[in-house]
């Protein structure tokens, strides 16, 4: 299915959340082990009642799946595990470099453990995979949205007191009702700060959401941003500018960013030279691999051999790592 020039070549995902990517069997197994009430009691269970593959109402619907995270997000232990198993996964799948994001409001709010502690196990499960299989791992700082405008200034704080160890910071969660607008302070000051720039928007909004994360919050990439398609004029800009859309197919179906899979727009950003990327974002609730993203765009989106050695370039270039 890959063309001879990217078969050889291992891939580049640049939007995976670390906090929310784990295994079936280790979901099943931590749920036990910590004795939580979950929907689901094995693996099996984790793959066939917890999994959301089918489309949901909306992105709101699908985030309030995610408590079970912070739940077994406990110990310190646990969160080396979760991203040392990560990244073994990613390599096992032909990933070369990978960029994780995860929110360190989020990650802690049930464990109540400090947000350096949190870090310092997430980094150590980072090296001990990278060790194991040679993959380039990177971290990037999300802000939630939902957690309010005081969080969001104490996370961009942590990210800029810990900025050897995050390539940029991001803003997600609830875009409808926390928008981009409320976090131009914080935002102003990680960028003063040298630390790069993406944001989730354009998801559940319209393209003044993408607009705003431009002009008002500085972003040089994009998560999702689908709703551009409906704006002649910010496809301009992007395309003019080269901002990286990062596209996650299987998410956007689920969260129903798109009505169907027949109206995503990959290929029209990729005709209109906006540059786009391909990636999971929430692989431990969609259960999808990278592989199966690019299945998709090949079957559903009709992306061709030489879209896919496009966005695999697109994806080294624009790479904060
Ligand atoms: N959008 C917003 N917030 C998120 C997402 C997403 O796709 N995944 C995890 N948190
Ligand atoms: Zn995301």
């Not at 947000?115 to 993959?135: I, K, M, P, S």
């Not at 354009?202 to 500085?218: F, I, Q, R, T």
């Amino acid at each position: 299915m890959r063309t001879d020039e990217s078969k050889n070549r291992k891939r580049t995902e640049l939007h995976r959340h670390l906090d929310v990517s784990f295994r079936a069997s280790t979901l099943a197994d931590l749920v036990k082990t910590l004795g939580i009430s979950a929907p689901f009691h094995d693996e099996e269970e984790v793959r066939t009642k917890f999994w959301v593959t089918r489309q949901m109402g909306s992105l709101g619907e699908v985030l309030s799946c995610f408590g079970i995270f912070q739940q077994v997000l406990r110990t310190p232990a646990i969160l080396e595990r979760v991203a040392r198993e990560v990244i073994e996964d990613a390599g096992a799948e032909g990933i070369g470099a990978i960029e994780l994001r995860y929110s360190p409001s989020f990650t802690s709010k049930v464990s109540g453990l400090s947000w350096g502690v949190a870090l310092d196990a997430f980094l150590r499960g980072l090296e001990a995979g990278a060790r194991a299989t040679g993959v380039n791992a990177g971290l990037i700082c999300i802000v939630t949205r939902d957690y309010g405008v005081g969080v969001a200034g104490e996370t961009i704080d942590f990210a800029i007191q810990n900025k050897d160890a995050f390539l940029a910071v991001d803003l997600a969660g609830n875009e409808e009702q926390f928008p981009n607008k409320m976090f131009v302070e914080p935002f102003r000051r990680a960028r003063d700060a040298g630390l790069h720039v993406t944001i989730h928007a354009g998801e559940a909004c319209g393209p003044e959401s993408v607009w705003d994360a431009l002009d008002l919050l500085g972003a040089q990439r994009i998560g999702h941003g689908i709703s551009s398609v409906k704006d002649a004029e910010l496809m301009k800009r992007l395309a003019r500018d080269g901002v990286l859309l990062e596209i996650c197919p299987t998410s956007n179906f689920v969260t129903r960013s798109i009505p169907s899979w027949d109206a995503h727009p990959l290929k029209r950003f990729l005709d209109a030279g906006i540059p786009v990327s391909l990636s999971t974002d929430d692989p431990g609730i969609f259960g999808v691999t990278l592989e199966e993203e690019y299945q998709r765009a090949r079957r559903l989106l009709g992306l061709s051999d030489a879209d896919f050695d496009r966005i695999d370039r697109y994806a080294r270039k624009y790479t904060f790592l």
